[in-house]
């Protein structure tokens, strides 16, 4: 299947710092990517929708000024998280749709202290 | 709004126990469903997933699921389970004519050697 690749696995980082996330998809191109945080115990929570060439688009209650997404290339979307606080913490995970099947990266692990 | 309801968050099973977890799904129209497993330290891979026709969806490594529209369920079967079965497993659905995927809670399976 289509492999997609995140980058860093694990980050840590001081509030009030600004923290970015990879994710490119390495054999096929991606004309739109999804960014999704899960919390412990928790499903998946679709954050947004990353859009080639264009703006993103967010779920409710996502800021889109707080977590901002470039989607500047068809294998390569960004995720940073500005100005990050300790309740940012959470696994960041990044997916690409390919022949009508959604792959994931391995995700994020991101650590605001 | 779509939502999906995983009912079992933790399940223990011996080996070779026969494994039904339970997915139901709020939504009246055409949906895609899915189910994806993350087994420890890798990424979320696609088991198998229902977009129309035979109800009784056969999946990798011996899984199945069956589609019951009366229901809105899409629960995940397998007569036996292996130790190498312990993973988190992820039912999902996307409604049709939108591109977004709602994930339920998810399910940790533990299969006890």
């Known amino acids: 299947g289509a492999v997609v690749s995140q980058h860093p696995s694990r980050v840590i980082c001081k509030s009030g710092t600004s923290v970015k996330i990879e994710c490119r998809s390495l054999d096929f191109q991606a004309t739109t990517m999804f960014w999704y945080r899960q919390f412990p115990k928790q499903s998946l929570m679709l954050m947004a929708t990353s859009n080639e060439g264009s703006k993103a688009t967010y779920e409710q209650g996502v800021e889109k000024d707080k977590f901002l997404i470039n989607h500047a290339s068809l294998t390569l979307s960004t995720l940073t998280v500005t100005s990050a606080h300790p309740e940012d913490s959470s696994f960041y995970i990044c997916?690409?749709?390919?022949?009508?099947?959604?792959?994931f990266g391995e995700g994020s692990r991101l650590t605001v202290l | 709004a779509q939502s999906v309801s995983q009912h079992n968050h933790h399940v223990i099973l011996s080996e070779a126990a026969s494994l039904e977890l339970g997915c139901n799904y709020s939504?009246?129209?055409?949906?895609?469903l899915f189910w994806y497993v993350q087994y420890p330290g890798q990424h979320l891979q696609l088991l198998l997933k229902y977009f129309s026709g035979d109800p009784l969806v056969k999946g990798i490594k011996g899984f199945e699921a069956e589609f019951i529209k009366s229901k809105f369920s899409f629960n995940l079967r397998k007569p036996s389970v292996q130790w190498s079965d312990t993973a988190e497993y992820f039912c999902a659905v996307r409604s049709g004519g939108y591109q977004k995927v709602t994930f339920g809670t998810g399910t940790k399976l533990q299969v006890i050697p």
């Open positions: 997916s690409a749709r390919e022949g009508g099947e959604l792959f």
């Open positions: 939504y009246g129209g055409t949906v895609n």
